[in-house]
């Protein structure tokens, strides 16, 4: 099957109903000319240009190698991650996941089928980096703990979405603050039971607002502390994840 019939089917296979706004998006989607990149651990298919896709391929698979290092009860056998990455950010949005119908506004999304994991976002290049790695981090807490608590879930991929490697490749930088949340958790937080108790059908998590932008930042902000707080931060993560 060529990368654009696979880009279609793999949309279609999510059961994602295309926005109404958008013109016939599974028709742009066929007509696009796509390509494919394959790793031991991901295939990334994109309608950008090949490069996007072999950059995009070259971050994940070396923060998988990474992870497998760090937390590897967090990274299990599974079949490749197949990562969809469009050029046209509005063709990407009329893919997001809706909610009693509405369309949540989403920078990117993972999607655990009966088949394979996939992972969907835009080519931005300011962003790219950290939206794949958070969604890719999704993409690996599906097999290894489906039940972690969203918070976790949430904080470990927002965690790992600054991951870089620096040097050459010889060093690895991870904890970078996150701006954004740094500045809003100096003004409000969320009560740890209230944070704790949000679930994937909760209004926090499912609708825009500042709960959720608290959810991401207080999740985050608990999971840095856990990694950098000393001698076995690593490890109480897993056991929570577990």
């Not at 994602?16 to 066929?30: C, F, I, K």
């Not at 698979?61 to 509005?90: C, G, N």
């Not at 040097?167 to 937080?189: E, F």
């Not at 944070?195 to 609708?207: E, H, P």
């Amino acid at each position: 099957m060529s990368p654009g019939r696979r880009a279609l089917a793999a949309l279609l296979a999510c059961g994602l109903a295309a926005s109404s706004a958008a013109a016939s998006p599974a028709a742009t989607v066929a007509a696009h000319t796509w390509t494919g990149v394959r790793t031991p651990h991901l295939e990334v298919i994109t309608d950008a240009p090949r490069t996007v896709a072999m950059r995009v391929a070259l971050r994940l698979e070396t923060l998988h190698q990474s992870l497998a290092r760090l937390l590897p009860s967090l990274v299990v056998a599974a079949s490749p991650v197949q990562v969809i990455v469009f050029r046209d950010a509005s063709l990407a949005q009329a893919y997001a996941p809706t909610w009693r119908g509405l369309q949540d506004e989403v920078a990117g999304f993972s999607h655990a089928g009966p088949d394979r994991r996939r992972v969907v976002f835009a080519d931005d290049e300011g962003r790219t980096p950290s939206v794949a790695q958070h969604e890719y981090v999704h993409s690996l807490l599906d097999v290894a703990c489906p039940d972690v608590p969203l918070w976790l879930n949430e904080g470990l991929a927002e965690y790992f979405s600054t991951f870089e490697m620096r040097d050459g490749g010889r060093r690895m930088l991870l904890g970078t603050p996150i701006r954004r949340h740094d500045a809003l958790l100096r003004g409000r937080l969320l009560p740890l039971p209230d944070l704790f108790a949000i679930g994937r059908d909760s209004k926090a998590y499912t609708r825009e607002g500042v709960e959720r932008d608290l959810l991401y930042a207080q999740s985050w902000a608990l999971v840095h502390y856990a990694r950098h707080r000393g001698p076995g931060g690593l490890a109480a993560l897993e056991s929570l994840a577990r």
